[in-house]
């Protein structure tokens, strides 16, 4: 059958837009004619108006050009078929209308409430819209982090995380590793004596000033590294918009961050492009009910207390984590750790409810004292707060 063509106001008509954002789309690289007429007009065909409709839908949903430039440049480099594409995209728009729901159900409860608790509930409102951003302010601050870390130095377990992460890793003499998302380079410190000769190894954050912090922290084992070869380097990287060498990389590490990542199905795309052909991908994560007795006790004391986290995290837990793996890896290995908290400290449980990004800082202004009474309290009572950790690894090959 003959290919019909269309210029370029025929398929501005079709789609809806403009002839000058045909042109515009051109001029970018984004939608390219598939040839010329002798006139010099452009020449669009039926990929043309299915493309034309990935980058509109993109753009509806928040992408930048520059995001739906490289979305696309990966998706064509994986040959995704059409249902693929129409898949990947009913993701994007569920995600998003879970987001919606939950502004709407704000909205109409600040209608319904009391006027001396709508300024609470539209805060909670602001806080839903800005997630993504109070998240990225967390990460972007080492302050901030240190305090949700420290719980965990209450652990059960005799092997702490980043030793159990670090075993798995095995690396070997010679290989050229990637960690993404290394915040302040806490899987290094103190285990760089463990480091084979020759180890070529890249740290990256998107957050220049954590990976100024990792820089500080390594600084001390730098004499030793470099009598052994071991090159380390450190690049700010968005694992948003992952653009990575193919094929070079022996070892990529990903430690609970991939559910921050909003494009996380090109990240993960560019990831196994990245790793060679007998590479291993190792990327952690919480579960479900990971933490839940702190966020019962949040809950308990102010439901208006936001907690983020456990909608953020959700998109990349232990428990849907693997199909998503298995659409760029084809042998995907799940192991949990067997660890939880037992926290006697009550100012270590304060500060890390304090570190919720959102809301808490604001409430816990009011009525901070009361929380930290009641959780002494509750310590006088029972000696130590049990938390349940759900903690595990995939580790991914291709």
């Not at 502004?103 to 819209?129: F, G, H, P, Y």
């Not at 060498?245 to 590490?253: E, G, K, L, N, T």
């Not at 492009?273 to 102010?302: I, N, P, Y």
Request: aromatic fraction near 8%.
């Amino acid at each position: 059958m003959e290919n019909k063509y269309y210029t370029a106001g025929e398929i501005a008509r079709i789609a809806g837009v403009s002839l000058r954002t045909i042109r515009y789309y051109d001029a970018k690289g984004l939608l390219r004619p598939v040839s010329h007429l002798e006139n010099g007009y452009r020449c669009y065909d039926k990929s043309s108006l299915a493309l034309l409709q990935r980058i509109v839908m993109l753009k509806y949903l928040g992408f930048s050009l520059e995001e739906i430039q490289r979305l696309i440049a990966a998706q064509k480099e994986d040959s995704l078929d059409q249902e693929a594409i129409l898949a990947h995209q009913k993701s994007l728009l569920l995600e998003r209308r879970s987001q919606l729901d939950r502004l709407i159900s704000t909205i109409e409860l600040a209608q319904n409430c009391a006027q001396e608790d709508k300024w609470q509930v539209l805060v909670r409102c602001m806080n839903l819209l800005t997630s993504e951003e109070k998240v990225l302010e967390q990460y972007q601050n080492p302050d901030n982090l240190k305090c949700r870390i420290n719980i965990h130095s209450y652990s059960t377990s005799s092997q702490g995380w980043m030793e159990w992460v670090h075993e798995r890793l095995a690396l070997q003499p010679g290989e050229t590793v990637l960690e993404l998302g290394c915040g302040t380079g806490l899987l290094w410190m103190e285990r760089t004596h463990l480091l084979p000769e020759g180890l070529q190894l890249t740290l990256t954050d998107r957050s220049e000033e954590m990976l100024e912090q990792t820089r500080q922290n390594l600084a001390p084992y730098e004499a030793d590294l470099t009598a052994r070869k071991i090159r380390v380097t450190y690049r700010v990287l968005d694992a948003n918009t992952l653009e990575l060498p193919a094929a070079s990389y022996d070892r990529v590490i990903a430690n609970h961050m991939l559910y921050h990542v909003q494009h996380r199905d090109a990240c993960l795309s560019a990831v196994a492009r990245a790793l060679k052909q007998d590479g291993t991908f190792f990327c952690s994560t919480v579960g479900d009910t990971h933490m839940q007795e702190l966020h019962e006790l949040v809950t308990a004391f102010d439901p208006r207390i936001d907690m983020p986290f456990q909608s953020l995290t959700g998109g990349f837990h232990l428990e849907n984590a693997k199909p998503q793996l298995l659409k760029h890896f084809t042998h995907v290995e799940r192991q949990d750790q067997d660890n939880d908290l037992i926290v006697d400290n009550p100012q270590a449980i304060y500060d890390y409810i304090c570190s919720f990004p959102g809301n808490a800082s604001l409430i816990l202004e009011q009525r901070g004292q009361e929380l930290l009474s009641l959780i002494k309290d509750k310590l006088n009572r029972e000696g130590a707060m049990f938390i349940h950790k759900s903690t595990g690894m995939f580790i991914c090959r291709k």
